[in-house]
C-alpha cells in the first residue's frame, strides 16, 4: 500500500492513514501535513482562509490541522467537517491514546465501546482512543468538529 501511495497508483482512506500512522508509530497529521505549515502558521483563527480543509478519504469528511503534531507537545489539533448519513468506524491508535472531541456545529455520536454518545454543540467527550471507535452524523445535517488526539508516550 505504501508503495502505491509513492507512486500515486492509490489514494488512501482515512482509515488507512491511521493504520498507517499507527503501524509506523507517527502521528496523523504527519502523514497529511501541508506544505502551507511552518513555524509562524501556529494557532490560525478558525474564521481565516488559510486553514485547508482535506477530503483525504475521499468521502466528504474534511480535516483540517490547525496544530501538527509535536512531540515535546504531545498532540495533534484538527477541526473535522463531517457531511449528512456519515458513518466511520475508526481502528485504534497507539496503546495511551486520548481523543478529545468539541462539537462546533450539528450534532455527531461517538462510538464509545458498544455504546453511541450522542454531543451536541457546546458538548465535549474524552475517550481512550487506543480501542476501537466510530463516528457518525444523521440523515439532516453533518457535524464540525474539534477534535485533539493526545499520544501519550
Known amino acids: 500500500m505504501i508503495g502505491q501511495i509513492e507512486r500515486e497508483e492509490s489514494s488512501p482512506t482515512i482509515a ?12 496523523f497529521s504527519s502523514l497529511v501535513g501541508s506544505d502551507a505549515w511552518n ?5 490560525p483563527k478558525l474564521t481565516d482562509s488559510n486553514l485547508i480543509r482535506n477530503d483525504v478519504g475521499n468521502d466528504g469528511m474534511l480535516v483540517s490541522i490547525i496544530q501538527a503534531y509535536e512531540p515535546h507537545l504531545g498532540f495533534e489539533w484538527f477541526e473535522i467537517t463531517f457531511p449528512p448519513e456519515y458513518l466511520r468506524n475508526s481502528e485504534p491508535h497507539i496503546v495511551g491514546t486520548l481523543e478529545f472531541v468539541s462539537v462546533l456545529e450539528g450534532y455527531l455520536e461517538v462510538l464509545i465501546g458498544k455504546d453511541w454518545e450522542k454531543l451536541a454543540p457546546g ?5 481512550a482512543a487506543d480501542a476501537p471507535h466510530g463516528y457518525r452524523t444523521g440523515s439532516n445535517e453533518g457535524a464540525k468538529v474539534h477534535c485533539i488526539i493526545h499520544y501519550i508516550k
Not at 16 to 27: H, P, R
Not at 39 to 43: A, G, L, P, T, V
Open 16 to 27: 488507512t492513514l491511521w493504520k498507517l500512522a499507527t503501524g509506523l508509530d507517527v502521528s
Open 39 to 43: 513555524e509562524s502558521f501556529r494557532f
Open 123 to 127: 458538548q465535549t467527550i474524552r475517550f
